[in-house]
Nanobody, 116 residues
Framework: QVRLEESGGGSVQAGESLRLSCEASGSIFDDNALGWYREAPGKERELVATTTTGGLKNYGDFVKGRFIISRVNAATVFLQMNSLKPEDTAVYYC???????????WGPGTQVTVSS
């Protein structure tokens, strides 16, 4: 079992920045992918960014250089979100997937609201 603890969401004005953090605990394998998805009202959940313990990063098409994902260790990642837009408003979910076993987990989600 893996527990994901998210922090850093909130309300900001367009153009401002936020940093999200996610810390995983429990049965964390050394080889994993950790990152973020988001879900806006009426839309499907979509990839924001993930990073593997091997350093491979994957970003959603909409990011276009505005967001940067980084990881401290096998259990902790940060998402720096710059130049936020109202369309970035969504619930952001931390996502963990083992690369050595067929298991994946979601965090409870943190709200990000960007006003114009």
């Amino acid at each position: 079992q893996v527990r994901l603890e998210e922090s850093g969401g909130g309300s900001v004005q367009a153009g401002e920045s936020l940093r999200l953090s996610c810390e995983a605990s429990g049965s964390i394998f050394d080889d994993n992918a950790l990152g973020w998805y988001r879900e806006a009202p009426g839309k499907e959940r979509e990839l924001v960014a993930t990073t593997t313990t091997g350093g491979l990063k994957n970003y959603g098409d909409f990011v276009k250089g505005r967001f940067i994902i980084s990881r401290v260790n096998a259990a902790t990642v940060f998402l720096q979100m710059n130049s936020l837009k109202p369309e970035d408003t969504a619930v952001y979910y931390c996502y963990f997937r083992s690369l050595v076993a067929p298991v994946a987990y979601w965090g409870p989600g943190t709200q990000v609201t960007v006003s114009s």
